[in-house]
């Protein structure tokens, strides 16, 4: 790139410890955001998002009653202990291992991590134990129907699980 370039690329190594440095000296605001008393609010990457598969019904039944509880299917949060998600790349595997028979009714909830962890549920993320990528998210508690940003529609296409929208 040249001289220039090799500036620009040490200035941004800077920046970046900079921001790690200020990160540790303000309070995390839910949602995103940093607070920092006298000085505003420093803008921070959003919450990441978390992904989970569940029947339509279900999902239906949770925003009547204002938190969602189902684990996993056919296992709530008393008998699992926290509710399974996943990573948006992990979610094909996901439905094909837990719905093998191809339910036509299923969809996704778009999880917002941080509203979550705002609404005092923990989100703890397993070891990868196989080694083949990252492990998956575990919400700690029922989750709140206001920490679910988009509902996301499926379609199996023969074998393949695909989000359509």
Known sequence: MGEDGDKLLAV???????????????RARPGGGLIHAGHGTLLLMPAPLIWHITE???????????????????????????????????????????????????????????????????????????GKGRGYPHIKGPLPVSAVLRLRRTKWIGREFVVVA
Not at 12 to 26: K, L, M, P, T
């Open 56 to 130: 339509l019904p279900v999902w239906e039944a949770a925003v009547r009653s204002g938190s969602y509880t189902r684990a996993t299917r056919g296992r709530d949060l008393a008998e699992e202990g926290f509710l399974h998600a996943s990573w948006p790349e992990q979610v094909s595997k996901v439905a094909k291992r837990v719905y093998p028979d191809r339910p036509s009714d299923l969809v996704i909830l778009e999880i917002d991590v941080g509203r979550v962890e705002a609404a005092g549920i923990a989100v703890d993320i397993e070891a990868d134990v196989d």
């Open 12 to 26: 941004e190594g800077f920046v970046a410890v900079a921001i790690i440095i200020v990160d540790q000296a303000h």
